[in-house]
Nanobody, 122 residues
Framework: QVQLVESGGGLVQAGGSLRLSCAAS????????MGWFRQAPGKEREFVAS????????YSLATAKGRFTIARDNAKDTVYLQMNRLEPEDTAVYYC???????????????WGQGTQVTVSS
């Protein structure tokens, strides 16, 4: 099993920044890919970004406009999501995910964190 623990969510004004962190523990050899999904009220969980163990990132079209950056520290088994120029539409619960293969849809993930709330006020 792999345990994922997120931190860094909160309330921020539009245009502000937040940095999410997700620390993995347990059988971390199974976390070749780590990433972030988000789920807004009444919407499906959607892919935000993922990164391979060799630091190759993938971003969704929605976040590809350069506001979000994903990074990982393999020595700490931790993945980060730097979010800049946040917009009210970014308000959601952000979930850390991990799996042995590429993450692009929720069903790709083998492990999930508990989620962290990000609220962007206008």
């Amino acid at each position: 099993q792999v345990q994922l623990v997120e931190s860094g969510g909160g309330l921020v004004q539009a245009g502000g920044s937040l940095r999410l962190s997700c620390a993995a523990s347990g059988r971390t050899f199974a976390t070749n890919f780590m990433g972030w999904f988000r789920q807004a009220p009444g919407k499906e969980r959607e892919f935000v970004a993922s990164i391979s163990r060799d630091d190759s990132p993938t971003y969704s079209l929605a976040t590809a406009k350069g506001r979000f950056t994903i990074a990982r520290d393999n020595a700490k088994d931790t993945v980060y999501l730097q979010m800049n120029r946040l917009e009210p539409e970014d308000t959601a619960v952000y979930y850390c995910a991990a799996g042995s293969g590429p993450l692009r849809v929720a069903s790709d993930a083998l492990y999930w964190g508990q989620g962290t709330q990000v609220t962007v006020s206008s």
